[in-house]
């Protein structure tokens, strides 16, 4: 299976984005999606995830009210809307499953078996 982000970009402090995480090989009928970002300098971090009922959960607290995540089950793909976004929110997004994986769940580790190969948000003025 495969997982391909789109959408990011440069966007001015306060601007929104959509991400989107198109799945091939993998349904979201069986698999829970994941977003991650890898700021510049700093670890990985889990922000939100969507489970195959459609219920989601957030892992970041800077992102809670600002983000969310919702699933387009007949395109296959999950998309993240970002709003407010603050220049803290600069990083590498993205999108991640794996069989064990399970959306709202404490994870031991964020090393999961299938990964986009990420994109690019900025957000800067």
């Known amino acids: 299976g495969q997982l391909v982000e789109s959408g990011g970009g440069l966007v001015q402090p306060g601007g929104s984005l959509t991400l989107s995480c198109a799945a091939t090989?993998?349904?979201?009928?069986?698999?829970?999606i994941a977003w991650l970002r890898q700021a510049p300098g700093k670890e990985r971090e889990a922000v939100q995830c969507?489970?195959?009922?459609?219920?989601?959960?957030t892992y970041t607290d800077s992102v809670q009210g600002r983000f969310t995540i919702w699933r387009d089950v007949d395109k296959n793909t999950v998309h993240l809307r970002m709003n407010r976004l603050k220049p803290e929110d600069t990083a590498v997004y993205y999108c991640?499953?794996?069989?064990?994986?399970?959306?709202?769940?404490?994870?031991?580790?964020?090393?999961?078996?299938?990964w986009g190969q990420g994109t690019l948000v900025t957000v800067s003025s």
């Open positions: 090989g993998i349904s979201l009928d069986y698999y829970d």
């Open positions: 969507i489970s195959t009922t459609g219920t989601n959960a």
């Open positions: 991640a499953t794996d069989f064990i994986f399970t959306c709202g769940v404490a994870q031991p580790s964020w090393d999961l078996a299938v």
